[in-house]
């Protein structure tokens, strides 16, 4: 789990809206969109957003998303798996016409070397149309990487070869996982389940899976063909990839199914629909040249379409707890641009079965430099340019209202440099950016040849000045209220051997906010990515590598014809999500793709971009063993290097509030880089494996930022000093191995024992490591005139569990305050905390101490507190008590003492209950009693809303309703008395009232009979009568619309009953030196009417969308109104 451990609140403080549009280290915009959340206020929590994920560029190969290219609908979570080689789980297996599944680590006899025979292609007697080696031959040798994303929870983990979990961030996340057979259902990998505890207890239950299909592809035999103008001595040869599809699965995604307190029982489901996908993932082609002889030359070029097939799921409806649910419902027809899946149509907030709010998201589709509405009819011959595009989303209210739309634009133009381009165009620069390179038709093989020429030519693969990486990025996001947020982009940068060149993708140069209201009045803010002496001020860049040259033996025997095997593969595309997760920081700031698209193929690839030129005919040798070593020039558009780069960063930013040459003031913040911790890996050479090159985590975090006013003069200046602890785990469990044949053998089978010892190999074995980011102190100047304040913070933290455990505070006096901090692992004491830290519940802190540091040894202790935690009736574990110091002056160690890990209370004399807290049988807060003054608070009966708070009275001595819906509110309504609830359009308060009959009586019992109590109730149209109780005075107080408002005085009642024949309304019960405030909620949880101590009311009035549009007196008389205008 990517877990800063630091309470970084301070640090956010000065971020502005406009900071909060653009990710500083890596210069992408971000547009976060809260669409709904939930909490049972016992750590049950759900939410949902919608982000925007393209704010570094739209590469031509993504896949656009259910709500569209560039967008993620963030909800539920996901364990994702990046394949290094084959599943780690996978069962291996033979499969006909020489093809074979291999074994996953797990699942063989793990050795940490290279098969020899895996550097081996064979010559046959006659055309083999598939070839692969056994399955224990290509078995895999290289862990797998889980990344996993749920809530606010973001991280890694590998699994051993035993099985066992190995966070790549330390954690104390309990994480495990369920293995079965899975192969009745044609599943060969055999992890079904993962089940992750959160140090606060909760337990994320990710069961539903996606599917990926074993696809198996074979290179064709090369076809010769001609360009447009002849190339002397220079043949060319075409192999188009041929593949099959197998009824094997394996599992690559594991989607959260449930949320569950296990204290509580309470949960929350997720429910999905599976559906099944076949498309192109993506193109890509390699080129092999020889040379024949002095002077002719060989050329073949593979053209290869990486698929994808499978069962993908997508999200249905969260089932929450009290009868809720979110529905998400999805357009009928399918999408233009991948076919079987559907674009998100609407969210629906559901309560009691009656929808209260949602969204409605409404589309439309690029297509190259135009866009189409969401129903064009495409043509055949542009349906290939379709990629889905978010163009507005709606707020949804009641009776189906829609509010105005929060509308997007997007960076397009009708010029090819203008050109958001089809999905898997070959005009890509050296990051699958678009760069507006031709491409052309594949009607024939030149042209074809022409297009991969594009992707594996590196002149080829430019990237475009113009920036044209930031076409289909989104340009400007309109409020409702008509206000606009609009994004410029500039290409990234690098500055290397004293030179600027272009980079990956774009960054935001500035960003400029409007009101809706006066246009004049612009908030501009600017962003320069530059070091001290105005150099891009980037790490982490990398020259795209495109060649490499392989080494060859081919030993033909004596007299016989032959032809090479045609070599069989394995490509597992990365599936797409789908929309419904993007991972968090952790796993945004990774090492390029983590994993190549080839991870699984990387051994045959490398053996058949070597051998294909050989494939061109048969190969004749009448006269004896021959030995030809030859060497083949490989050009791929995909290089291995490309699998594990490093991420690509700006250590260095300044943000002027204006612009640089005219603005109010600027912060310069610096980031950590590679100069804070060096690279394990700086530069990665053959074979390319995904060893670990650095600790991504320790990266891009905030260094220092200083604050300047206008007249350039600081104000404010953070430092930030960070640990990076890391582990290599040196052991067989955890090792991996990476090989690729160095030099290979072509022979037949009776000369392979012969010549065996002629095949070598580039090798890299490693091992996970893992690791965590600790700040160890901060460093804040405060700036006055000609002088600063300085304060230091340092950290010191559990080694075992990684919590905080001191805060040691330095003034610029010398002074020294340190706060201890004590979590339920700290005490040795059965009961609550023991269950606790069985439970997982680690990261709640228990006690605090706060002492002053004095010159020498000595240490005073000014304050501390300690929570007694209980088990309460819902089964959660809840404070119930607090213990505060009682002294009135700083108490030295050596009287006061220390902690003691087998006492709650080390020292009694000095700890007295200050604060009690009572708890509903939800888990809700219910009465404080706060030195010695009680208060409580009453909610509704599904302990939703608050509809009562009293100051100094308890719980046992309270009761009110007024009778809405799902609010008695400690009265007892006899049974068949809810019938005689109604609606009443002139009711003091709320919607409901009560009608007073012999069969709706009301009673209150558990009453304090020494006490005495206000009963005040509105009523109307008959009798009111009180029995249980001595009734010392009664006043009618006022009449409003035919109903009277009565307040009694009852002393010596143990119990009341009301009944009579009357209506009534705003029913309060209290001690009568006590204070009662009553709200009345309305369908969608907001008050509408609010009734102080004096029994005077408040009341709100809101639009369809929840918004507040008046509020009114006690006599109904307007006392504000509120108007939302849109302005266009």
Same mark, same amino acid.
């Given at each position: 789990?990517?877990?800063?451990?630091?309470?970084?609140?301070?640090?956010?403080?000065?971020?502005? @809206?406009?900071?909060?549009?653009?990710?500083?280290?890596?210069?992408?915009?971000?547009?976060?969109?809260?669409?709904?959340?939930?909490?049972?206020?016992?750590?049950?929590? &759900?939410?949902?957003?919608?982000?925007?994920?393209?704010?570094?560029?739209?590469?031509?190969?993504?896949?656009?998303?259910?709500?569209?290219?560039?967008?993620?609908?963030?909800?539920?979570?996901?364990?994702?798996?990046? /394949?290094?080689?084959?599943?780690?789980?996978?069962?291996?297996?033979?499969?006909?016409?020489?093809?074979?599944?291999?074994?996953?680590?797990?699942?063989?006899?793990?050795?940490?070397?290279?098969?020899?025979?895996?550097?081996?292609?064979?010559?046959?007697?006659?055309?083999?149309?598939?070839?692969?080696?056994?399955?224990?031959?290509?078995?895999?040798?290289?862990?797998?990487?889980?990344?996993?994303?749920?809530?606010?929870?973001?991280?890694?983990?590998?699994?051993?070869?035993?099985?066992?979990? +190995?966070?790549?961030?330390?954690?104390?996340?309990?994480?495990?996982?369920?293995?079965?057979?899975?192969?009745?259902?044609?599943?060969?990998?055999?992890?079904?389940?993962?089940?992750?505890? &959160?140090?606060?207890?909760?337990?994320?239950?990710?069961?539903?899976?996606? +599917?990926?299909?074993?696809?198996?592809?074979?290179?064709?035999?090369?076809?010769?063909?001609?360009?447009?103008?002849?190339?002397?001595?220079?043949?060319?040869?075409?192999?188009?990839?041929?593949?099959?599809?197998?009824?094997?699965?394996?599992?690559?995604?594991?989607?959260?199914?449930?949320?569950?307190?296990?204290?509580?029982?309470?949960?929350?489901?997720?429910?999905?629909?599976?559906?099944?996908?076949?498309?192109?993932?993506?193109?890509?082609? @390699?080129?092999?040249?020889?040379?024949?002889?002095?002077?002719?030359?060989?050329?073949?070029?593979?053209?290869?379409?990486?698929?994808?097939?499978?069962?993908?799921?997508? +999200?249905?409806?969260?089932?929450?707890?009290?009868?809720?649910?979110?529905?998400?419902?999805?357009?009928?027809?399918?999408?233009?641009?991948?076919?079987?899946?559907?674009?998100?149509?609407?969210?629906?907030?559901?309560?009691?079965?009656?929808?209260?709010?949602?969204?409605?998201?409404?589309?439309?589709?690029?297509?190259?430099?135009?866009?189409?509405?969401?129903?064009?009819?495409?043509?055949?011959?542009?349906?290939?340019?379709?990629?889905?595009?978010?163009?507005?989303?709606?707020?949804?209210?009641?009776?189906?209202?829609?509010?105005?739309?929060?509308?997007?634009?997007?960076?397009?133009?009708?010029?090819?440099?203008?050109?958001?381009?089809?999905?898997?165009?070959?005009?890509?620069?050296?990051?699958?950016?678009?760069?507006?390179?031709? &491409?052309?038709?594949?009607?024939?093989?030149?042209?074809?040849?022409?297009?991969?020429?594009?992707?594996?030519?590196?002149?080829?693969?430019?990237?475009?000045?113009?920036?044209?990486?930031?076409?289909?990025?989104?340009?400007?996001? !309109?409020?409702?209220?008509?206000?606009?947020?609009?994004?410029?982009?500039?290409?990234?940068?690098?500055?290397?051997?004293?030179?600027?060149?272009?980079?990956?993708?774009?960054?935001?140069?500035?960003?400029?906010?409007?009101?809706?209201?006066?246009?004049?009045?612009?908030?501009?803010?600017?962003?320069?990515?530059?070091?001290?002496?105005?150099?891009?001020?980037?790490?982490?860049?990398?020259?795209?590598?495109?060649?490499?040259?392989?080494?060859?033996?081919?030993?033909?025997?004596?007299?016989?014809?032959?032809?090479?095997?045609?070599?069989?593969?394995?490509?597992?595309?990365?599936?797409?999500?789908?929309?419904?997760?993007?991972?968090?920081?952790?796993?945004?700031?990774?090492?390029?793709?983590?994993?190549?698209?080839?991870?699984?193929?990387?051994?045959?690839?490398?053996?058949?971009?070597?051998?294909?030129?050989?494939?061109?005919?048969?190969?004749?040798?009448?006269?004896?063993?021959?030995?030809?070593?030859?060497?083949? /020039?490989?050009?791929?558009?995909?290089?291995? =290097?490309?699998?594990?780069?490093?991420?690509?960063?700006?250590?260095?930013?300044?943000?002027?509030?204006?612009?640089?040459?005219?603005?109010?003031?600027?912060?310069?913040?610096?980031?950590?880089?590679?100069?804070?911790?060096?690279?394990?890996?700086?530069?990665?050479? =053959?074979?390319?494996?995904?060893?670990?090159?650095?600790?991504?985590?320790?990266?891009?975090?905030?260094?220092?930022?200083?604050?300047?006013?206008?007249?350039?003069?600081?104000?404010?200046?953070?430092?930030?000093?960070?640990?990076?602890?890391?582990?290599?785990?040196?052991?067989?469990?955890?090792?991996?191995?990476?090989?690729?044949?160095?030099?290979?053998?072509?022979?037949?089978?009776?000369?392979?024992?012969?010549?065996?010892?002629?095949?070598?190999?580039?090798?890299?074995?490693?091992?996970?490591?893992?690791?965590?980011?600790?700040?160890?102190?901060?460093?804040?100047?405060?700036?006055?005139?000609?002088?600063?304040?300085?304060?230091?913070?340092?950290? *010191?933290?559990?080694?075992?569990?990684?919590?905080?455990?001191?805060? @040691?505070?330095?003034?610029?006096?010398?002074?020294? &305050?340190?706060?201890?901090?004590?979590?339920?692992?700290?005490?040795?004491?059965?009961?609550?905390?023991?269950?606790?830290?069985?439970?997982?519940?680690?990261?709640?802190?228990?006690?605090?101490?706060?002492?002053?540091?004095?010159?020498?040894?000595?240490?005073?202790?000014?304050?501390?507190?300690?929570?007694?935690?209980?088990?309460? *009736?819902?089964?959660?574990?809840?404070?119930?008590?607090?213990?505060?110091?009682? @002294?009135?002056?700083?108490?030295?160690?050596?009287?006061?003492?220390?902690?003691?890990?087998?006492?709650?209370?080390?020292?009694?004399?000095?700890?007295?209950?200050?604060?009690?807290?009572?708890?509903?049988?939800?888990?809700? +807060?219910?009465?404080?009693?706060?030195?010695?003054?009680?208060?409580?608070?009453?909610?509704?009966?599904?302990?939703?809303?608050?509809?009562?708070?009293?100051?100094?009275?308890?719980?046992?001595?309270?009761?009110?309703?007024?009778?809405?819906?799902?609010?008695?509110?400690?009265?007892?309504?006899?049974?068949?008395?809810?019938?005689?609830?109604?609606?009443?359009?002139?009711?003091?308060?709320?919607?409901?009232?009560?009608?007073?009959?012999?069969?709706?009586?009301?009673?209150?019992?558990?009453?304090?009979?020494?006490?005495?109590?206000?009963?005040?109730?509105?009523?109307?149209?008959?009798?009111?009568?009180?029995?249980?109780?001595?009734?010392?005075?009664?006043?009618?107080?006022?009449?409003?619309?035919?109903?009277?408002?009565?307040?009694?005085?009852?002393?010596?009642?143990?119990?009341? !009953?009301?009944?009579?024949?009357?209506?009534?309304?705003?029913?309060?019960?209290?001690?009568?030196?006590?204070?009662?405030?009553?709200?009345?909620?309305?369908?969608?949880?907001?008050?509408?009417?609010?009734?102080?101590?004096?029994?005077?009311?408040?009341?709100?009035?809101?639009?369809?969308?929840?918004?507040?549009?008046?509020?009114?007196?006690?006599?109904?008389?307007?006392?504000?109104?509120?108007?939302?205008?849109?302005?266009?």
């Amino acid at each position: 789990m990517y877990k800063l451990n630091l309470l970084t609140g301070v640090l956010l403080m000065i971020l502005s @809206t406009s900071l909060a549009q653009v990710n500083l280290p890596t210069g992408k915009a971000e547009f976060n969109f809260p669409l709904y959340s939930y909490t049972d206020g016992n750590r049950l929590s &759900t939410a949902v957003s919608l982000n925007y994920t393209g704010g570094n560029g739209i590469k031509v190969d993504e896949m656009a998303s259910s709500v569209g290219l560039g967008w993620q609908l963030q909800c539920g979570g996901v364990i994702s798996r990046t /394949a290094i080689g084959d599943p780690d789980d996978q069962i291996g297996r033979e499969l006909p016409d020489y093809d074979a599944i291999g074994y996953g680590r797990m699942k063989h006899t793990y050795e940490r070397n290279c098969m020899p025979m895996s550097g081996w292609v064979p010559l046959l007697s006659t055309p083999a149309t598939w070839f692969k080696h056994n399955a224990q031959t290509i078995a895999d040798r290289e862990q797998d990487l889980f990344t996993f994303r749920f809530g606010a929870e973001s991280g890694s983990f590998v699994i051993g070869t035993d099985g066992s979990i +190995l966070p790549v961030e330390d954690t104390h996340l309990k994480i495990e996982k369920v293995e079965e057979d899975m192969s009745a259902n044609g599943i060969i990998t055999t992890i079904s389940k993962f089940v992750i505890t &959160t140090e606060s207890g909760i337990q994320y239950v990710f069961n539903d899976k996606t +599917l990926n299909r074993v696809i198996s592809y074979s290179t064709g035999i090369p076809v010769q063909f001609f360009k447009d103008v002849p190339y002397a001595n220079w043949t060319f040869f075409l192999s188009k990839t041929s593949y099959r599809l197998y009824n094997y699965y394996s599992v690559d995604n594991w989607l959260l199914t449930e949320i569950n307190n296990p204290m509580t029982g309470k949960k929350i489901t997720f429910n999905y629909d599976s559906y099944t996908l076949d498309y192109i993932a993506g193109e890509d082609a @390699t080129q092999s040249v020889e040379q024949v002889d002095a002077s002719n030359s060989k050329e073949v070029v593979q053209w290869v379409q990486r698929r994808f097939n499978g069962t993908v799921k997508r +999200l249905r409806a969260i089932q929450l707890p009290n009868n809720a649910a979110v529905n998400f419902t999805y357009y009928d027809n399918d999408r233009v641009d991948l076919a079987g899946d559907k674009a998100l149509k609407q969210i629906a907030i559901i309560e009691n079965g009656v929808e209260k709010s949602g969204y409605v998201f409404n589309y439309q589709y690029f297509s190259k430099g135009v866009i189409r509405p969401f129903t064009y009819s495409f043509p055949a011959d542009e349906s290939g340019n379709a990629r889905l595009s978010l163009q507005s989303v709606q707020r949804k209210g009641m009776n189906n209202y829609l509010d105005k739309p929060y509308s997007f634009s997007y960076f397009i133009s009708d010029n090819v440099s203008g050109w958001v381009p089809p999905r898997m165009s070959s005009s890509q620069d050296h990051w699958g950016y678009y760069n507006g390179i031709a &491409t052309y038709p594949y009607d024939n093989n030149f042209n074809i040849y022409k297009n991969c020429e594009n992707l594996f030519k590196e002149r080829q693969r430019f990237v475009n000045a113009s920036a044209t990486a930031k076409n289909g990025c989104l340009r400007t996001v !309109t409020y409702p209220t008509g206000g606009t947020l609009n994004f410029e982009y500039e290409s990234n940068r690098a500055y290397i051997n004293n030179a600027e060149v272009l980079a990956a993708g774009v960054r935001v140069k500035k960003i400029t906010q409007s009101d809706g209201v006066d246009d004049t009045k612009l908030i501009t803010t600017e962003y320069k990515y530059v070091d001290e002496a105005g150099h891009p001020s980037s790490w982490g860049y990398e020259a795209p590598l495109y060649n490499r040259d392989a080494n060859s033996l081919l030993v033909v025997p004596k007299g016989l014809d032959f032809y090479v095997a045609t070599l069989v593969y394995n490509i597992m595309p990365n599936v797409i999500s789908q929309g419904l997760m993007q991972m968090g920081r952790a796993t945004a700031i990774k090492s390029g793709e983590m994993a190549s698209k080839y991870a699984g193929a990387a051994l045959q690839i490398n053996l058949l971009t070597t051998i294909i030129t050989y494939m061109v005919g048969k190969i004749i040798q009448p006269d004896g063993n021959q030995e030809v070593s030859k060497t083949t /020039a490989i050009s791929y558009s995909s290089h291995p =290097a490309k699998a594990n780069l490093l991420p690509f960063l700006y250590k260095r930013v300044e943000v002027y509030n204006g612009t640089q040459e005219s603005n109010i003031g600027k912060t310069v913040f610096t980031f950590t880089s590679n100069e804070d911790f060096p690279l394990f890996v700086p530069t990665l050479d =053959a074979p390319y494996s995904s060893r670990s090159r650095a600790f991504l985590p320790a990266y891009g975090l905030t260094k220092a930022y200083k604050v300047y006013n206008k007249l350039n003069e600081p104000v404010l200046e953070v430092y930030n000093k960070y640990n990076v602890l890391v582990l290599e785990h040196p052991t067989g469990l955890h090792g991996s191995i990476k090989c690729v044949p160095s030099m290979i053998l072509i022979t037949n089978n009776d000369n392979l024992g012969a010549y065996m010892s002629r095949i070598a190999f580039f090798s890299d074995a490693y091992y996970a490591i893992t690791g965590r980011v600790e700040m160890e102190y901060s460093v804040e100047k405060k700036y006055g005139i000609g002088d600063y304040i300085m304060n230091r913070t340092d950290y *010191t933290y559990d080694p075992n569990y990684f919590n905080v455990k001191k805060i @040691t505070t330095t003034g610029s006096n010398g002074d020294i &305050t340190e706060k201890r901090i004590y979590y339920p692992y700290d005490y040795n004491i059965a009961g609550p905390l023991s269950q606790m830290k069985s439970n997982n519940i680690i990261d709640v802190p228990v006690s605090s101490e706060t002492w002053i540091l004095k010159a020498g040894s000595q240490q005073l202790m000014v304050g501390a507190q300690i929570m007694d935690y209980q088990q309460i *009736t819902n089964g959660d574990f809840k404070p119930v008590n607090v213990y505060n110091l009682v @002294t009135d002056k700083p108490i030295d160690q050596s009287i006061v003492g220390q902690f003691d890990a087998t006492k709650l209370k080390w020292k009694d004399e000095y700890f007295k209950t200050d604060i009690s807290y009572s708890y509903n049988s939800n888990g809700d +807060l219910s009465q404080i009693v706060e030195y010695g003054t009680a208060g409580c608070v009453l909610k509704d009966d599904r302990s939703e809303s608050v509809i009562a708070t009293v100051k100094n009275a308890g719980l046992n001595d309270i009761a009110y309703s007024s009778f809405e819906d799902g609010a008695l509110g400690n009265w007892q309504l006899s049974s068949s008395a809810p019938s005689m609830i109604m609606t009443d359009a002139d009711a003091p308060t709320g919607k409901k009232v009560l009608l007073l009959s012999s069969s709706s009586t009301l009673s209150r019992s558990g009453l304090t009979q020494t006490k005495e109590y206000i009963l005040s109730y509105w009523y109307k149209g008959g009798a009111v009568n009180i029995s249980g109780g001595t009734v010392t005075s009664s006043v009618s107080v006022k009449t409003v619309n035919g109903w009277t408002l009565n307040v009694l005085r009852v002393r010596s009642a143990n119990s009341l !009953t009301i009944t009579g024949s009357a209506y009534v309304d705003e029913l309060r019960l209290y001690p009568a030196d006590a204070k009662m405030v009553t709200r009345c909620h309305n369908e969608l949880m907001k008050v509408v009417t609010e009734t102080a101590a004096d029994n005077n009311s408040v009341y709100y009035e809101y639009d369809e969308l929840g918004r507040l549009k008046a509020t009114r007196d006690a006599d109904k008389n307007i006392r504000g109104f509120y108007e939302y205008k849109d302005h266009q």
